[in-house]
């Protein structure tokens, strides 16, 4: 196989969970909520949720806004932002 010819499946669905550290705060609603609002703004189609955020799109797109969520939440003075994402894509 001629790994330089794989391009990226289509389409895909991915299960992630943010979590901002060292916010100095219990709660981390404002980071969430500001998440919320980029998820908004870049139009993929997203389901936030208690245990994480469902996204499905192009894995660019997916990948883009996980990345942008990431500088969104630093953007608020957070150091450190970690995520867990389970990655899902159809063959067809």
Same mark, same amino acid.
């Given at each position: 196989?001629?790994?330089?010819?794989?391009?990226?499946?289509?389409?895909?669905?991915?299960?992630?969970?943010?979590?901002?550290?060292?916010?100095?705060?219990?709660? =981390?609603?404002?980071?969430?909520?500001?998440?919320?609002?980029?998820?908004?703004?870049?139009?993929?189609?997203?389901?936030?949720?208690?245990?994480?955020?469902?996204?499905?799109?192009?894995?660019?797109?997916?990948?883009?806004a =996980?990345?942008?969520?990431?500088?969104a939440?630093?953007?608020?003075?957070?150091?450190?932002?970690?995520?867990? =994402?389970?990655?899902?894509?159809?063959?067809?």
């Amino acid at each position: 196989m001629d790994y330089n010819l794989l391009s990226t499946p289509p389409k895909c669905l991915a299960d992630f969970n943010l979590v901002p550290i060292g916010t100095g705060e219990a709660s =981390i609603a404002e980071e969430l909520a500001e998440v919320e609002r980029l998820l908004k703004h870049t139009g993929v189609k997203h389901t936030m949720q208690t245990t994480g955020t469902v996204l499905e799109g192009t894995w660019d797109e997916v990948m883009n806004a =996980i990345g942008k969520a990431h500088a969104a939440v630093h953007k608020r003075g957070v150091a450190k932002v970690q995520s867990e =994402i389970r990655m899902g894509t159809k063959n067809r």
